[in-house]
């Protein structure tokens, strides 16, 4: 049994923006829950007693939202990295706090308990866990012989590449490997590094089932998409007459489900939201808590932070609204080309190929439309928009932007 885990949540996630802009990327909401609260139940289910959460960037959210760990049962720490120098300076903030075998997580990936406990089988070991990707370009390909790693490519690989999944089971050999690496050509200490100067010690492990690393705004849906499915049906809630309920839903306490709603496939509702008079919410739609899809709006795969709105004649469509967004009446997201094509991105100023056929708006904290407003599909509009009535919106937006 292993007992401890680190979590690796120091770094602001630039390439998250513009839902990093206030918060850590491990506190983004997946089916309804942080990435991190995730991860530490799913580490509870393997045994752990003990998580180490290693923070930095905007460190008491994280402190704030997941506290001493009496809600999970289990005991956290919090370590602060004062400065991101890399993976390997992260792990190395531990060597003189843990002793024993460990499991360690970046703190942007979806995990499962299964495959902590294909960790476990090999515990005498240095571990990582590798899984395969249609495209390695944006990953580290690794190479293994035997069940042990050879190297670790730096990103590019083309095509079809077996990659670091971003979990491990690491003893004290990783500290004695950290302490002989040098910076990288990116001016940091990489984990990747260490392993690969002992790359005889370690094992590789290959992760099953679902897996994706949350990189980009767009790969929060993707995750969610999946988790969605996981969702069990709950209801705290007042759900009024006339309201149709077609597939799962869990509606949080607080929240009223009012007349004429309908609420098809698999939905997570959090606390004290309004939902209707007639609206539909659609497969995949997770309002987080004190939101409002007012009367006739559709949201359709969806993530509504805190306090976002869709109040009066809205669609939204496979987006993800910042907390206490509000849209206009009549405001509408669309998510689908008209020639169907794959939704191209103008992502901190590089065009980026979603890989998504339908992708509507990644919209920061605080931004506003007016009524009428028209937003494509592919809009990126960072926090404290605004976004003036019957405006017609496309590409990206800075934070504070005006659009007329």
Request: charged share 20%; net charge positive.
């Given at each position: 049994?292993?007992?401890?885990?680190?979590?690796?949540?120091?770094?602001?996630?630039?390439?998250m923006w513009p839902l990093t802009e206030n918060r850590p990327k491990p506190l983004l909401p997946v089916a309804g829950k942080c990435i991190i609260e995730k991860q530490i139940i799913e580490l509870k289910k393997a045994g752990v007693k003990e998580v180490n959460v290693l923070i930095g960037y905007k460190m008491n959210k994280i402190s704030d939202k997941l506290g001493n760990g009496d809600a999970f049962g289990l005991k956290i720490n919090y370590v602060v990295q004062e400065e991101q120098k890399g993976t390997g300076h992260a792990v190395n903030q531990m060597k003189d706090k843990i002793s024993e075998p460990f499991y360690c997580l970046n703190g942007d990936t979806i995990i499962n308990q299964n495959n902590i406990q294909k960790l476990l089988d090999n515990k005498e070991h240095l571990v990582m866990m590798t899984t395969e990707v249609n495209d390695g370009s944006n990953f580290g390909a690794v190479e293994s012989k035997k069940g042990y790693l050879i190297s670790i490519k730096e990103k590019g690989v083309s095509g079809k590449a077996s990659i670091n999944a971003g979990i491990y089971l690491f003893n004290s050999g990783i500290f004695k490997a950290l302490a002989n690496i040098k910076k990288s050509i990116r001016g940091e200490y990489e984990l990747t590094d260490a392993l690969e100067s002992i790359a005889s010690e370690v094992r590789v492990v290959k992760y099953e089932g679902f897996w994706k690393d949350i990189g980009s705004p767009w790969d929060l849906l993707t995750a969610n998409e999946k988790e969605i499915n996981n969702v069990e049906e709950k209801n705290e809630g007042i759900i009024e007459e006339n309201v149709t309920l077609n597939g799962?839903?869990?509606?949080?306490?607080?929240?009223?489900?009012?007349?004429?709603t309908?609420?098809?496939g698999s939905v997570w509702i959090g606390d004290n939201c309004v939902v209707g008079p007639n609206a539909y919410l659609r497969n995949g739609t997770v309002l987080?808590?004190?939101?409002?899809?007012?009367?006739?709006?559709?949201?359709?795969?969806?993530?509504?932070?805190?306090?976002a709105k869709a109040p009066h004649h809205n669609y939204v469509g496979d987006s993800i609204l910042g907390e206490n967004c509000n849209l206009g009446s009549g405001t509408k997201i669309a998510n689908l080309r008209l020639d169907k094509s794959d939704i191209i991105v103008v992502h901190r100023g590089k065009r980026v190929n979603t890989q998504r056929r339908k992708l509507g708006a990644?919209?920061?904290?605080?931004?506003?439309?007016?009524?009428?407003?028209?937003?494509?599909?592919?809009?990126?509009?960072?926090?404290?928009?605004?976004?003036?009535?019957?405006?017609?919106v496309s590409g990206t937006y800075e934070s504070q932007s005006t659009v007329i």
């Open positions: 049994m292993i007992r401890k885990a680190l979590i690796l949540a120091a770094g602001k996630g630039n390439r799962t839903a869990r509606i949080g306490k607080g929240t009223i489900l009012k007349s004429g309908y609420i098809e987080c808590g004190y939101n409002k899809v007012g009367a006739s709006s559709e949201v359709k795969n969806s993530i509504l932070m805190e306090g990644i919209i920061g904290d605080d931004t506003k439309t007016g009524i009428n407003a028209s937003i494509n599909s592919g809009t990126i509009l960072g926090s404290n928009v605004k976004i003036g009535p019957s405006a017609i």
